[in-house]
């Protein structure tokens, strides 16, 4: 049987500074129709002649599109296997840029703070910065916080969760 706790990183294993470098593939323009249909349903998301005539020039993706494409591959390298507890959620989202089909977009996600939270030790927060460009011209960036579980806090919550079962 795993153990979860043996492998997990902690808030401890995260240090300010850290990178995440990885690149996103470029999407079809299906892709783009296909997200946009379902959640971001305008013009210049949807159709490639009535993207023509705004000022994007042709078919964009949704921003949203966008970020989520950039936020999954740090989740899944990075947030996968560890003690995160959730986000309060995103303090700053800019859209920089449009993101046109079949452009790869390289993502930066930089750890930009960390702290242990005043009112309660068994967690901390980690800042983060993400930033995706297309050949160095920025793209998306985004800034948030992570919070995280620290070993012992951990700990505390598996004997306070065995305490409550035995009651």
């Not at 159709?47 to 591959?73: I, N, R, W």
Request: charged share 25%; proline share 4%.
């Amino acid at each position: 049987m795993h153990d979860a706790r043996k492998t997990r990183k902690y808030l401890e294993d995260f240090e300010e500074g850290m990178t995440f470098r990885y690149r996103v593939p470029g999407l079809t323009a299906e892709e783009i129709k296909a997200f946009a249909a379902q959640y971001d349903p305008q013009r210049f998301h949807l159709d490639e002649h009535a993207a023509s005539e705004t000022h994007f020039g042709g078919l964009v993706a949704s921003g949203f599109q966008t970020q989520l494409k950039c936020f999954g591959p740090f989740c899944r390298e990075a947030l996968l296997d560890t003690a995160a507890v959730g986000a309060p959620g995103i303090d700053n989202l800019k859209w920089l840029r449009p993101w046109y089909p079949g452009e790869d977009l390289n993502v930066v996600v930089t750890l930009t703070g960390k702290r242990v939270s005043a009112k309660r030790t068994d967690r901390g927060y980690l800042s983060v910065s993400l930033l995706a460009d297309v050949k160095g011209e920025p793209v998306l960036s985004m800034e948030w916080v992570i919070i995280m579980l620290t070993r012992q806090g951990l700990a505390d919550a598996h004997t306070k969760a065995a305490g409550v079962a035995q009651a």
